[in-house]
């Protein structure tokens, strides 16, 4: 382990036997209490916590659920309140538009995709972000030629944890895409299949006729039965309302 590791080990321990130690003296001002009775703790409110207990509008209830909201590479929330809603519109029409979903399965994988790259196009802004902070923090008390090493230094952790969040957010990406790819080919293949025309049964016989080798002869069979004369007349006497010479 490095001495940072090891530092911030040690911390984490003593705090974990301060919380210990409040709360064993917690329950030692419990115990000395008399059977039945109730502590000041318990009788008394603070006028802050009387007014506690969250927003109560549904505007509030909105605005506090974007607290914890910083980057949007994680979560639900795709969009961020600074980002362009129309820019984001045709972004997403245009991998729409580009992989031609069919279903609720294929779009819900686009909207996926879109979203997902979405994500990953504001990294390097967010990068250029922190470089400009740096710059500004930094600037008046650093050497020019090593203001860029000082700034990473400075944000090594947000650095780490936006390369972080690339690999995270291009793998699954990448996942998504070859499930798309893997769906439209499946139904590409059904639809084929369903559209495919049965061949009829005497193709065999016209291939036949075709060839070098075939002879009239052998189409007699093809040929249909030559009807007889005097049932011919009748059909057509009937037909015309004329009567018959049978």
């Known amino acids: ?18 919380i210990k130690n409040a709360r064993k003296a917690e329950n030692s001002r419990t115990l000395d209490t008399e059977p039945g009775s109730v502590s000041d703790r318990n009788r008394t409110t603070h006028p802050s916590q009387a007014r506690a207990g969250g927003p109560r509008t ?3 209830k909105a605005i506090s659920s974007q607290n914890a909201l910083k980057t ?4 639900r929330t795709v969009l961020l309140p600074t980002d362009d809603r129309a820019r984001y519109q045709q972004h997403l029409t245009h991998y729409f538009h580009f992989w031609k ?7 819900a994988l686009v909207q996926l995709i879109a979203d997902t790259w979405w994500r990953l196009l504001r990294i390097p802004c967010l990068e250029a972000a922190l470089f400009a902070k740096g710059h500004h923090e930094l600037a008046s008390e650093c050497d020019p030629n090593l203001l860029r ?22 793998n699954y990406a990448a996942r998504l895409k070859a499930e798309l790819e893997e769906v439209k080919g499946q139904r590409q293949t059904e ?15 016209l291939d036949h006729i075709d060839s070098p080798d075939f002879s ?14 005097a049932l011919l007349a009748a059909s057509l006497a009937h037909s015309s309302g004329l009567p018959s010479n049978r």
């Open 191 to 205: 639809d084929e299949a369903a559209n495919d025309v049965p061949e009829f049964e005497f193709s065999a016989a």
């Open 1 to 18: 382990m490095t001495a940072r590791q090891i530092r911030r080990a040690a911390e984490r321990k003593a705090r974990k036997e301060a």
């Open 101 to 107: 979903p069919v279903g609720e399965h294929e779009c």
């Open 72 to 75: 949007a590479l994680t979560g």
């Open 216 to 229: 009239p002869a052998e189409t007699d069979s093809l040929q249909p039965d030559t009807p007889d004369p």
């Open 149 to 170: 090493l000082e700034i990473y230094l400075k944000y090594e952790k947000q650095f780490r944890n936006l390369a972080l969040q690339e690999r995270r957010l291009s």
């Open 58 to 60: 549904e505007a509030g």
